[in-house]
């Protein structure tokens, strides 16, 4: 134990993980005997003769479990950005002992006996606001794990919380291999006309590494649609790739998860019982802005009808030019995407094939994500190459303060591999915390498409935003000034937690920032003062899909976890899906949710009954956005304000409260109607 470099703190700037001393052997130990050193902690505070206090109850929970902290925070990263058997090995048996473990703590009667009395005399503690708020939130936390249950109640927590954590580990094992195994082989090169040359060579090269020579692969990406769909002309090869992706972890093999999701669904449920909710998601959003799934519902209620007609209005449109073409077929999921940018192209004059050679990442990473965090906050992003990453592709940069001083790390992961989770995320090796004399060191990890040695990689745009996107999450974590970890970055209800993120898109399009990234990869020329106007003006374009699409996933997240206890097993998992997309007038044939259940992971591994929250958030963006654009629009002004009210404050305030310290008002829904081209 005295050699494991995870069960010390790191002596390496901010604390950042020793990768080159840190081997797949490490974790395990490192992961149980930091719990046996957290339990150690748990039992000198719940056996203490002192009588409670703020200090050596909450705080001294505040500052335990730190050596479990950061192997569990290097470990769980590592095993979503660079897998192998063994790490999934690992995850498979830690996940249930690491659930036992957090419920052995908030299910234990001595400790929260002393949160409860500190809870109940909390009037007379004359604690400042910030100590209250952790007060409240420590004992809600202990509430919803089950403290209040009797003994055989607590029993019965247990061991659904273990059963359901080897569920959840299982679902993603399984997507990340049945992903890889349906990658598509291409025989014939005539087959990938509308592809690039460079993509077309990348496909090769990535044949090539996987034991197929002389032939061209396609990787599946997390979503539904696949991005090469738009530009493949052989419409046989787009329906193999649809068909592929739609059938992924439903074929009847060992990845098949339909059987896993409907168990997932049932224990939480019964979970939900034991708490005294009606359902998971009741007890899910009674913790969440929205408090009820009536008021989630009742915001995409208002958004599913104008969304689903707009999508029916852009099929009919699709079809009337593949009828024009004379091909004599029915436009099909498959379809959508090749017909819908040549509609983009002709009612907008815009091709996305004429703007990609102005996104080269290296330059949309540096002079657009960057500068706009500069722009706004002062902040500057210096490669450093001193310190040992977990895989080649990854990369380090201090994080600079406008006084000049180093704040913290950003590691960047940005190219797709086997052995690395779909979609793209943020996450942190080392949370911020004055408590804990931590600063941050954050991660993240997205999923372009690797370029041949000496090629460009060159981003679509929405691949643009989502770099914008996932930064937004990092500025939340890199911002923080926190005391308290529990109040660190994005510790936020998750309803809120993507209003920084999807706030942050905004500056993709903001042309002092635009100017400056999009340039052509070979020339150097800004793109055409005409290329960004029509790309201004097409951001409304395909809304009706995009919001069809988005909708349909978050009403099958909140359909299935609105299932009582008492409700039969789901045998039929498509036939469930038909009846979600139904019930709430979305079941078109040619828009498929963005993902179907079963390879559906926000619902079954994290966000629960909450994918609602990006649209929840989005209402927050919009209305946000207007708010900048009304004071002055992108400034350094402004960028402090939304640093100081929202960025460094995580979870230390309720969150409708920080929404409103931003902006001085609640939300309004009209901007985001707008924006989507839904107004009216």
């Known amino acids: 134990m005295e050699t494991n470099p995870l069960l010390t703190p790191s002596t390496l700037p901010f604390e950042a993980p020793p990768f080159d001393r840190i081997s797949d052997a490490h974790y395990r130990p490192a992961m149980e005997e930091g719990m046996r050193r957290h339990r150690a902690e748990i039992e000198a505070i719940a056996t203490s003769t002192e009588p409670a206090s703020f200090e050596n109850t909450i705080v001294a929970f505040e500052r335990c479990g730190q050596d479990l902290a950061r192997a569990c925070g290097a470990f769980y990263n590592i095993a979503g950005a660079a897998t192998n058997e063994a790490l999934q090995a690992i995850k498979a048996e830690m996940a249930p002992r690491l659930a036992a473990h957090n419920d052995a703590i908030t299910l234990d009667a001595r400790l929260f006996a002393r949160v409860k009395a500190l809870h109940d005399a909390r009037g007379s503690l004359a604690l400042d606001a910030v100590d209250a708020r952790l007060l409240e939130r420590c004992y809600t936390r202990f509430v919803r794990a089950g403290a209040l249950l009797d003994a055989e109640g607590k029993e019965r927590m247990t061991r659904l919380n273990e059963e359901e954590a080897g569920l959840v580990a299982r679902f993603e094992e399984n997507i990340l291999k049945e992903r890889a195994d349906m990658a598509i082989v291409v025989d014939a090169e005539a087959q990938l006309v509308g592809m690039s040359t460079d993509a077309i060579e990348a496909a090769a090269v990535s044949a090539k590494e996987k034991g197929h020579p002389g032939k061209w692969l396609i990787d599946l990406r997390n979503t539904t649609t696949q991005p090469v769909l738009a530009e493949l002309k052989d419409r046989a090869l787009r329906e193999r790739i649809m068909r592929a992706s739609l059938a992924r972890n439903g074929r009847g093999n060992a990845w098949d998860n339909s059987a896993l999701i409907a168990r997932l669904a049932q224990l939480r449920a019964e979970k939900a019982r034991l708490l ?15 408090r009820s799934p009536a008021n989630a519902m009742a915001l995409m209620g208002r958004m599913a009808p104008a969304a689903a007609a707009n999508a029916r209005k852009e099929l009919a449109k699709l079809q009337s030019l593949a009828d024009a073409q004379g091909g004599a077929i029915a436009v099909q999921s498959w379809d959508w995407d090749f017909f819908a940018e040549q509609v983009r192209k002709a009612d907008f004059d815009f091709d996305e094939a004429e703007v990609k050679p102005y996104l080269e990442f290296e330059r949309v990473l540096q002079e657009g994500v960057f500068f706009a965090a500069n722009v706004l906050f002062g902040l500057r992003f210096r490669e450093r190459f001193d310190l040992p990453v977990y895989h080649t592709d990854a990369r380090v940069f201090d994080i600079i303060d406008a006084d000049g001083s180093a704040i913290g790390l950003c590691y960047g992961d940005y190219y797709a591999r086997d052995n690395k989770n779909g979609g793209a995320w943020m996450s942190t090796f080392v949370d911020q915390s004055t408590l804990l004399g931590q600063k941050p060191v954050i991660t993240q990890v997205c999923n372009y498409t690797k370029p041949s040695a000496g090629q460009p990689c060159l981003l679509s745009w929405d691949d643009v935003i989502t770099l914008f996107h996932e930064f937004g999450h990092g500025l939340h974590g890199m911002l923080s000034a926190q005391k308290y970890p529990r109040f660190s970055g994005t510790s936020t209800s998750t309803d809120f937690v993507e209003f920084p993120s999807q706030f942050n898109e905004n500056w993709a399009l903001e042309p002092v920032v635009l100017e400056r990234y999009a340039r052509h990869h070979r020339t150097g020329e800004p793109l055409p003062a005409v290329l960004s106007e029509k790309l201004r003006k097409a951001r409304t374009f395909n809304q009706g899909y995009r919001t069809t699409e988005y909708l349909a996933c978050a009403l099958l997240d909140l359909e299935w976890h609105s299932r009582t206890a008492d409700d039969p097993l789901v045998n039929d998992v498509d036939a469930f899906e038909r009846a979600v997309l139904a019930k709430h007038g979305l079941a078109i044939e040619q828009v498929p949710p963005r993902y179907r259940s079963r390879y ?34 992108m400034t350094r002004a402004n960028g402090e304000r939304l640093r100081a009210t929202v960025l460094s404050m995580g979870g230390s305030k309720p969150e409708d409260q920080l929404y409103r310290d931003l902006t001085g008002r609640d939300p309004r829904v009209e901007p985001l109607l707008e924006k989507r081209g839904m107004a009216g």
């Open 276 to 290: 005294g909710f009606a359902t998971w998601a009741h007890f899910v959003m009674d913790d969440q802005m929205a």
């Open 600 to 633: 559906f992971s926000h619902a079954w591994t994290g966000y629960a009954a909450n994918y609602y929250a990006y649209l929840w958030s989005e209402v927050m963006d919009a209305d946000a956005y207007a708010w900048f654009k009304e004071h002055g629009g």
